[in-house]
């Protein structure tokens, strides 16, 4: 009859209707995931040397005046090797008598005082305060007593410039990605649509020299990367 006609129409116009939204569906979930990666050479621009100092006496006043001879040659040594010190700070002073340990009789300690301070060398020349480091045998030579305890006692070399990278650097993250998904695109024999969803990835600042051993702290010459990962829609 008209009613069962006019019923079985709407039930095929309905089909054809949800059929056809779901091929509009399938379609846009068809989509390519890439990642783009740009890198950039850096140099550090700041250098952070501590310098540990040892005193020891049995005499306090003589091994508070060893220290400050030690503080002195420092000095000395970091202008001969062209290193500003104006920005050389002293830091964590620290006396120990050995006679005032409980636990130990002082027939246990050859020298009861023992003092300790570190000379923090800041420098916005870090060529320099690498090629100093290379020399500072002739510090032990000349009589100063270093100690590496709390770190290795090397300078640490610090990239500053990083947010002044940022924006170039995410640009060619994402035309890498771009070119990425353009060839995917060809070879699936589709169109490269819009993006949809993008992840900007973390920076990293790395050694340039990546071997076992080698931190990036340690290095003047570093290398910033981003992995930038970006999602196009594809279409046919």
Request: hydrophobic share 45%; glycine share 8%; proline share 3%.
């Given at each position: 009859?008209?009613?069962?006609?006019?019923?079985?129409?709407?039930?095929a116009i309905a089909g054809f209707l949800i059929g056809h939204g779901f091929a509009?569906?399938?379609?846009?979930?068809?989509?390519?995931?890439?990642?783009?990666?740009?890198?950039?050479?850096?140099?550090?621009?700041?250098?952070?040397?501590?310098?540990?100092?040892?005193?020891?006496?049995?005499?306090?006043?003589?091994?508070?005046?060893?220290?400050?001879?030690?503080?002195?040659?420092?000095?000395?040594?970091?202008?001969?090797?062209?290193?500003?010190?104006?920005?050389?700070?002293?830091?964590?002073?620290?006396?120990?008598?050995?006679?005032?340990?409980?636990?130990?009789?002082?027939?246990?300690?050859?020298?009861?005082?023992?003092?300790?301070?570190?000379?923090?060398?800041?420098?916005?020349?870090?060529?320099?305060?690498?090629?100093?480091?290379?020399?500072?045998?002739?510090?032990?030579?000349?009589?100063?007593?270093?100690?590496?305890?709390?770190?290795?006692?090397?300078?640490?070399?610090?990239?500053?410039?990083?947010?002044?990278?940022?924006?170039?650097?995410?640009?060619?993250?994402?035309?890498?990605?771009?070119?990425?998904?353009?060839?995917?695109?060809?070879?699936?024999?589709?169109?490269?649509?819009?993006?949809?969803?993008?992840?900007?990835?973390?920076?990293?600042?790395?050694?340039?020299?990546?071997?076992?051993?080698?931190?990036?702290?340690?290095?003047?010459?570093?290398?910033?990367?981003?992995?930038?990962?970006?999602?196009?829609?594809?279409?046919?």
């Open positions: 009859t008209v009613r069962a006609l006019i019923i079985a129409v709407g039930i509009q569906s399938r379609e846009a979930d068809r989509y390519v995931t890439v990642k783009g990666v740009a890198e950039r050479d850096v140099q550090a621009d700041l250098a952070i040397w501590p310098l540990r100092i040892v005193a020891a006496d049995n005499d306090l006043s003589a091994a508070q005046a060893k220290l400050q001879t030690s503080v002195q040659k420092i000095m000395q040594f970091l202008a001969a090797q062209k290193v500003d010190t104006s920005l050389a700070t002293l830091m964590n002073f620290e006396v120990s008598d050995a006679f005032a340990n409980q636990y130990g009789g002082a027939e246990r300690a050859p020298t009861r005082y023992v003092i300790r301070q570190t000379v923090v060398v800041r420098s916005t020349n870090p060529a320099s305060v690498l090629a100093a480091s290379q020399h500072v045998g002739e510090l032990v030579s000349s009589g100063v007593v270093l100690s590496s305890g709390g770190g290795g006692g090397g300078p640490t070399f610090v990239f500053t410039g990083l947010n002044k990278l940022k924006p170039s650097m995410i640009a060619d993250a994402t035309a890498r990605a771009r070119e990425a998904a353009q060839q995917f695109a060809a070879d699936s024999r589709s169109e490269l649509g819009a993006i949809r969803q993008a992840n900007q990835g973390v920076f990293e600042i790395l050694p340039r020299d990546q071997a076992e051993g080698i931190s990036e702290e340690s290095q003047v010459a570093k290398t910033v990367r981003v992995v930038s990962t970006v999602d196009y829609s594809l279409r046919n």
